[in-house]
C-alpha cells in the first residue's frame, strides 16, 4: 500500500503521542520544534523512529526545510516515491 | 532587538545551571597544572579525572625539551598554511612518522584534530555521495557533514546492522558511501565493534572512516587504536586522530593507504585556510609518539586503572556505561542534581567533566572522568571516595 501524505501526518501524530512529555493537541500543522519543544537530537532520534517504521532514510540535510509534521509527512512520501 | 536575543534561552539554561551560587562549569579555571594528574584550581591541589590525557604526556619530560629546542631552532609559528608558506621540514617529519606507525601511505596533519574530521569528510564526501554517521557521533564529525554536500543519514549508535538496513536502502543509488565510526564514543567510553562494521563494509562495498581520537595510544598491541585491536586495520580506509588526548599536545591527522589523499590537501578548506601547526607543537608530538610506541606499559597501567575506577565507581552504587574504558561515566536523570553533584567534587578536590544534554547520548547528565595511566592506585580510591561521599550525602547511590 503507498502512503500519502496524510496517512504518513497520522502515523507521525501517532508515534509522537506514544511519548507523555509531547502535547496532546497536536496536529498536522504543529510546528515541530516549536510546539514539540524538541531539540535538536531530539527530533533526530525522533526522525530515526519513523524512518524504521516507514522503511525509509531521510537526509539530514532535508531536515533543515522541515518545520511542521506534515513538511516531514510531504518529505517522507516523496522520498518513498524516488526510491 | 538584539542580535543576541536568539539565545535567550541558552542564557536562561545557563543561569538555570549556576543558580544557587554554583560554578559556571564551563568557566573552570585551572590556574597551574602541577603535574599531569593534580592542577591548581581555585588555589587548591585538585586531582585531574577529566582530561583525556590518557598517558600524561601533555607534561612529559621529552616532549617539554623536544618543544624547547625546536622553538629556539625554528621560531615560535609558521605564520601561513600548509599550501602556501606553512609546510616546513618538521611537518613533513611528522607526516613521515604517522605513516610509518600506521603502516599507511599518506598521512596529511591538520592544526586540531576538530579540523581534521571537518577537513577529511567535508572533502571526501562530495554532492553526490552519502555519508553514514553513528547517530553518537562526535560534534566535529556532524560539523564536518554540514561543511561538505553530501546526503547525510544516521544509523544507531554501535549498531552494525541498522547500517547494513539503511546502505541496503541505498542499493542501486549513484555516488559513493562513506561511513563514519568513532573508536571509543567520548561520552560514555563505549568501544565501536568495528569488525562488525569493517564486515558491512566489505559486503556493501563502502568505505570506511574510523575515529580514532580516543583509542590511539590506548588501544590494540602497538597502540594504533580499535582497528588493531580488532584486526581489521586493512577495512578502514581513512584513520583520523587527534594529538590532544594520548600525545598531549594539539594537532590532528588523517592517515590512509589511498593515493587520492593527497589530492584532498587541495580541497580541504579546514587544511588550506588555516595556519599549520606550530614547530614546537610538532616536535612535542614527535617525542610523545616516541615513548607512545616505547613504553607499551603506559596502556598496561591506563586500562588497569581504568578498571580500578570503573569497578570503584559501580561498588559505590553509582551507575556507569558498562564497558571499563578510560572514559569512564557516571549517568544521572536530574541535570540539576548532576550540577550540584559536580560543584560538592570540585569542592572535595575532585574535578571531572559535566556534561549535559543535548551533547550526551539518550538525555542524560554525566559525570564524565578520564582515566590516566600517570594516576596512581592511591589517586583513583581517592576519586571514588569523594564519589561515594557525595553520592551519600545526596542520596543517589543505589544499593552497593
Known sequence: ?83 | MSIFSKYEGLASALSAVTAGGGRNPFNVVIEKPISSTVGLIEGRETLLFGTNNYLGLSQSPAAIEAAVEAAKAYGVGTTGSRIANGTQGLHRQLEERLCAFFRRRHCMVFSTGYQANLGTISALAGKDDYLLLDADSHASIYDGSRLGHAQVIRFRHNDADDLHKRLRRLEGTPGSKLIVVEGIYSMMGDVVPMAEFAAVKRETGAWLLADEAHSVGVMGEHGRGVAEADGVEDDVDFVVGTFSKSLGTVGGYCVSNHDGLDLIRLCSRPYMFTASLPPEVIAATMAALTELENRPELRVRLMDNARRLHAGLQAAGLRTGPQASPVVSVILDDVAVAVAFWNRLLDLGGYVNLSLPPATPDQHPLLRTSVMATHTPEQIDRAVEIFAVVAGEMGINRAA
Request: net charge negative; proline share 4%.
Open chain 1, 1 to 83: 500500500m503507498s502512503e500519502t501524505v496524510a496517512s504518513v501526518s497520522a502515523l507521525i501524530v501517532k508515534t509522537l503521542l506514544a511519548n507523555p512529555k509531547v502535547p496532546r493537541d497536536i496536529n498536522g500543522s504543529s510546528k515541530i520544534v516549536e510546539d514539540l519543544a524538541f531539540d535538536s537530537l531530539a527530533v533526530m532520534n525522533f526522525v530515526m523512529e519513523i524512518e524504521d517504521t516507514l522503511d525509509v532514510s531521510v537526509p539530514l540535510d532535508r531536515l533543515a526545510d522541515i518545520r511542521t509534521i506534515d513538511d516531514l509527512a510531504a518529505c517522507i512520501v516523496s522520498l518513498k516515491q524516488a526510491s
